[in-house]
């Protein structure tokens, strides 16, 4: 009776299960086909290839680690700096393809930065100096955000050295949020280096001038001219650096270089290095040294060790000066505060890079083949013991012999360090030129089958190196892996195109250990002349494809009270003055007929109301040196006075669509 | 003598019948209830989806219709069909859309009734619910031949794209664009709803067919008795 009821009653309850299994493979089923790539096969043809081209097989080697066919993106991005171009470069790597030129300093039109739109405009302006509107800088040493110690891909710092500025860039969306004016100095070169989670951003100074620019002759050097370094507050929530929550520190005036934060072990010191403690004051017009020859007698320079920690406590405590409004501690606080400290580096030292762990500062000096470590438990240590010998300004000075851990004979000029994470670092040398791979003692001992503090193998490079940048290459993880190095002379490397030559980015291969080092491929930069670079794992980044919202000021990143949503456009006059809100669309802009008078002050807003990623439009606006780039959803704003009549054609100064041409309107100013 | 209204909804189920066998008469009423189940379920889920490929759009453009409302990349469909003088897709089938809601609650509540009647009127009740997937295909076609052929004669393609009815499902091409029309889980959740429908008057039918022609035939010999 039993089975028989089963039986019985068995297929509705298969029906209903062939139901929902089907319908669970109809939700399913828009999963979407997954293609496999074709293995790759090489063909004879690549011999023959290779052969007419000149190529030998470390060259095709060379070739497949780094090509990078199209769709297929990039495992790293380096953010460079532009040198005096102004700007910062972001590349591709190992393609080594520019992705991007950020503007920063220097007012660049396709991004229409610092050509109108207001946005642009009042960075720029943040950037003035005294009323002046200096209008470029000679940017250095980026710095990506770190959040314990390791990049995290929200911000990037960078310095301009020739007037002591810093800026803020937003990774959001790749664009200059801030620019602060050292108020102190009037050029700095050890920044921007951040603390390992970002609360700081370091800015040391470099050519060393009365603090808050005032005059002083150089007959009074060693009394009326200071060096600094200024510590700045960097906000996450608003994305500022806080100048009101910031400070500094006077030093004497040597000529602070580079620094770098603590990390790990050290966190919570910083570290620069200094050249000119000769204090040479040049001119050799007048039958003195020069300052080459002046500032290079010294075998040893001192290198700054600041106990940031109980400098902001001392700042906390208001134990400052103002000078020029803002708060210095002076070199005597920090004498009396145990807050600085020098050791001899030797000689004219330019880069002091702290190790992954942060137990070892790695100083070269440019005129000394070695690499000098110092080890951060014996700075400790000799602090504690006391009883130092003490500079001119009575500044605390610890024994060479016992702070050094170890010293590397690399090669000839030593400039800059960055690190694997096998226990190698890497050292430029200008003059030979060359990157040195050496191998760290201590913890790093067991990372590599290479005796401890002692150099490895060099790859000569072209030519004149300056900075090298690793791979994450001075966290406190470094990734290893690539390698560029940043060649201030390209001479025979690319075609002529005149007597200013391109700067050349050669990307070395890291990923083996020992003696295998090779270069891959050469990157003309012909847009700057960059100093630093930091390369971070790509996938740390995520930017916006459009700005979140349609109507969004940059600026301020979040809406805008002046967007304009289709079908809000208008123009309304209040006596002489003329207010525009515009929407901009593929491929119209509207209004298309803006009237006004001549005498009329313009304010003219324009939303790009397009939601599609690269659906960015132009606006430019002959005559008046307007033009704005309004990628989708941003809202733009800009104001002019029509000082001048006739008939203006506005349009889209980047190609939009099939009728972009057509996107175009009349601005008529009648007399 | 059975009243119009007895006629209509037919012979309750004798406690003996029941008894005997409950799963012959329980296995309509949970093929309706499953089926109104899945109609409800249904609502959440769009029912049909156009994608759009294009070289410019790697990722495509889509749009989803669910009964009540569409979702995806409406703007930037609309902003590319003014080239060719579309109207706004949001124009579409506004009517249908504010009343989606109730006609499924409506439909939920003939197939819930149905459950009570058992008599060939059920076929009635829940006639709507089961041609109502191909109801709301028919007014997709409507709606997609109606935008087709009314395009707008000023618009900067007008020229170059003549009035043309995009399929309903399948693959079609209008310029860069190659667009795929699919139904979607709604659909196929409604579609269910039908089957389960059309199963469960199969069991309806053999449930209270035999009640209702002994009823008749009471009936007759009542009458014959008169």
């Known amino acids: 009776m039993k089975l028989n009821y089963v039986k019985k009653y068995f297929l509705p309850f298969i029906l209903l299960a062939v139901i929902g299994f089907l319908l669970v493979a109809a939700c399913s089923g828009a999963g979407g086909d997954t293609e496999t790539p074709e293995s790759a096969a090489v063909s004879g043809d690549i011999n023959a290839i290779a052969a007419e081209r000149g190529l030998t097989p470390a060259d095709i080697e060379a070739a497949v680690k780094t090509y990078t066919p199209t769709g297929m993106l990039d495992e790293y991005i380096m953010f460079s700096s532009g040198g005096h171009s102004g700007q910062m470069f972001v590349i591709g790597m190992p393609s080594m393809r520019l992705l991007k030129t950020i503007a920063i300093f220097t007012p660049e039109p396709w991004q229409g930065w610092g050509y109108g739109a207001q946005s642009t405009m009042e960075v720029l302006d943040e950037g003035n100096i005294d009323g002046e509107e200096v209008r470029w800088g000679d940017t250095h040493h980026p710095a990506l955000s770190e959040t314990a110690g390791e990049y995290d891909g929200e911000w990037v710092f960078i310095n301009d050295k020739a007037n002591a500025r810093i800026a803020v860039i937003d990774l959001r969306d790749f664009e200059t949020k801030q620019i602060i004016k050292n108020p102190i100095a009037i050029n700095d070169h050890g920044g921007t280096m951040v603390t390992p989670d970002t609360e700081w951003i370091i800015e040391g100074g470099q050519y060393a001038a009365p603090l808050g620019w005032e005059y002083a002759s150089l007959d009074d050097y060693e009394d009326q001219y200071r060096g600094m370094v200024t510590f700045w507050k960097f906000d996450r929530e608003s994305g500022r650096v806080l100048a009101d929550q910031s400070f500094a520190m006077e030093l004497p005036p040597y000529w602070q270089d580079l620094c770098d934060a603590g990390k790990l072990v050290s966190e919570g010191w910083v570290f620069c290095n200094s050249f000119n403690t000769e204090m040479a004051t040049g001119g050799v017009e007048s039958g003195n040294p020069s300052f080459e020859a002046g500032a290079s007698q010294r075998d040893m320079d001192y290198m700054h060790i600041i106990n940031l920690d109980k400098a902001i406590e001392v700042y906390n405590a208001g134990q400052t000066e103002m000078v020029a409004d803002f708060p210095v501690i002076s070199m005597q606080t920090a004498i009396d505060e145990s807050l600085l400290y020098f050791a001899p580096e030797p000689k004219s030292p330019h880069g002091v890079d702290v190790s992954p762990g942060g137990e070892y500062l790695v100083v070269s000096g440019k005129l000394d083949p070695h690499v000098t470590i110092f080890s951060f438990d014996k700075i400790l240590a000799a602090i504690q013991a006391g009883g130092f010998e003490t500079d001119s300004y009575g500044i605390p000075i610890l024994a060479f012999d016992d702070v050094v851990e170890a010293q590397v004979e690399v090669g000839l000029g030593p400039l800059h360090t960055q690190f694997g994470p096998d226990g190698y670092a890497y050292t430029s040398l200008f003059l030979e030129p060359a990157v040195a791979r050496w191998t760290l003692g201590g913890p790093y001992e067991d990372l590599n089958n290479d005796p401890a503090w002692s150099l490895v193998t060099k790859t000569p490079v072209h030519y004149n190196v300056g900075h090298i940048a690793a791979a994450e290459g001075d966290t406190v993880s470094p990734d290893g892996k690539y390698l560029v190095s940043l060649n201030k002379w390209a001479i025979d490397r690319f075609q002529n195109v005149g007597p200013l030559l391109p700067q050349n980015f050669q990307l070395i291969d890291i990923s083996q250990p020992g003696t295998t080092m090779p270069l891959l491929y050469d990157m003309p930069i012909g847009n700057g002349e960059p100093h630093y670079a930091q390369i971070i794992k790509a996938d740390k980044l995520d930017p916006w494809e459009v700005y979140p919202e349609i109507g969004w000021n940059p600026a301020i990143q979040s809406l805008d009270p002046n967007a304009t949503l289709a079908g809000e456009e208008r123009i309304e006059r209040d006596g002489n003055n003329v207010e525009i809100w515009m929407s901009a669309v593929r491929s119209h802009f509207n209004p298309e007929h803006v009237e006004i008078n001549q005498g009329d002050h313009v304010t003219w807003h324009i939303t790009n109301v397009e939601r599609a990623y690269d659906a960015t439009h132009g606006f430019s606006l002959p005559g008046y040196n307007i033009t704005i780039s309004i990628e989708p959803g941003e809202t733009a704003t800009f104001e002019f006075d029509a000082t001048h009549d006739g008939v203006f054609s506005y349009y889209c100064s980047e190609f939009c669509s099939a009728l972009h041409l057509e996107m175009v309107g009349y601005m008529l100013v009648q007399p | ?226």
């Open chain 2, 1 to 226: 003598m059975t009243t119009f209204v007895e006629k209509i909804i037919g012979p309750r189920t004798p406690q003996e019948n029941l008894a005997e066998d409950r799963m012959r008469y329980l296995l309509p009423t949970i093929f309706f209830l499953v089926a109104v189940g899945l109609l409800v379920a249904s609502v959440f889920f769009p029912y049909w989806k156009m994608t759009l490929q294009a070289p410019q759009y790697p990722k495509g453009l889509s749009v989803q219709a669910y009964i009540f409302k569409l979702t995806g990349d409406v703007g930037e469909i609309d902003g590319l069909n003014h080239y060719i003088g579309m109207r706004p897709l949001a124009e579409a089938a506004q009517l249908e859309r504010s009343l989606s809601i109730a006609a499924v609650i409506v439909l939920s509540f003939l197939i819930i009734g149905s459950i009570f009647i058992h008599t060939r009127y059920t076929v009635l009740l829940v006639l709507p619910a089961i041609l109502y997937p191909f109801i709301f295909l028919g007014d997709m076609y409507f709606w997609l031949r109606n935008f087709g052929l009314n395009l707008d004669p000023t618009a900067p393609l007008s020229s170059a794209i003549k009035p043309f009815v995009p399929p309903v499902l399948g693959v079609g091409k209008l310029a860069q664009f190659v667009t795929i029309t699919q139904v979607q889980t709604g659909f196929y959740l409604a579609l269910a709803a039908s089957i389960c429908i059309l199963i469960g008057l199969y069991f309806h039918r053999r449930a209270y067919k035999p009640l209702v022609e002994s009823q008749t035939e009471l009936d007759s010999q009542a009458t014959e008795k008169d």
